[in-house]
């Protein structure tokens, strides 16, 4: 390191500057706003978050090339189940969009998501598989606090994290990891969606 990153750092740490601390309060928390930003569905259609106001979202990460089976195929058989779930629940269908989020723009474009649900027999009538530009899909993760790297070997590893959004883009819940169940994000869904609130 120069003199000159030296001289830099010292200043941000005498004026109580941390990167960690400054990165971890840009993170996304339980009653924070869901980002709006531009991304592209499977079927090369504009998404938003927006257009979703007044439906709940789960989301998740995930890449089409993961083989991971504990990871992006686990939280893709979760999310089948838990459509499955939310469609027998009366309180609950219409009212619950899923959203898978590829942290591998490059390689997963709209074509290759749309073959990625079809390969698996995925109903993505109220479940987008969604890219976007590089940038803004490495800012969302982020902000989910969710690790991307590519590795030597061009293979990615990553972290894990699976949301909950309220029907007024506020996040109700975070999960990390893979230990979350269907029934747990019901119950979390119950408590998001009033059964006095139904939708227009």
């Given amino acids: 390191m120069n003199r000159l990153r030296l001289g830099i750092l010292g200043i941000t740490l005498a004026l109580g500057f ?22 592209e569905d ?3 259609k504009a998404f938003r978050f927006d257009a979703l106001k007044g439906r709940a979202v789960v989301l ?3 890449f089409s090339r993961c083989a991971v089976p504990t990871f992006c195929p686990a939280m893709s058989a979760n999310f089948r189940a838990l459509q499955e779930e939310i469609r027998k629940d ?13 942290i591998d723009p490059a390689f997963d474009t709209p074509e290759v998501l749309n073959r990625y649900a079809k390969h698996l027999a995925l109903d993505t009538s109220d479940w987008s598989f969604v ?8 800012g969302l993760a982020a902000a989910f606090s969710v690790f991307v ?3 030597a070997e061009g293979t990615i590893d990553h972290t894990l994290t699976t949301a909950l959004v309220g029907p007024d883009g506020k996040i109700r819940k975070l999960w990390r990891g ?12 119950h408590s998001t969606l009033p059964a006095d609130k139904q939708p227009n």
């Avoid at 941390?18 to 991304?39: D, F, N, T, W």
């Fill in 149 to 151: 790297d590519t590795t």
């Fill in 90 to 102: 009366k309180a609950l269908t219409g009212r619950v969009h899923l959203v898978s989020i590829s």
């Fill in 42 to 44: 499977q079927n090369g």
């Fill in 131 to 138: 890219t976007g530009e590089k940038k803004t899909v490495a």
């Fill in 18 to 39: 941390c990167p960690a601390r400054a990165a971890e309060s840009l993170a996304l928390k339980e009653g924070s706003q869901v980002p709006l930003v531009a991304l």
């Fill in 178 to 189: 893979n230990r979350w169940t269907p029934g747990e994000v019901v119950r979390e869904l």
């Fill in 60 to 62: 998740t990460f995930i």
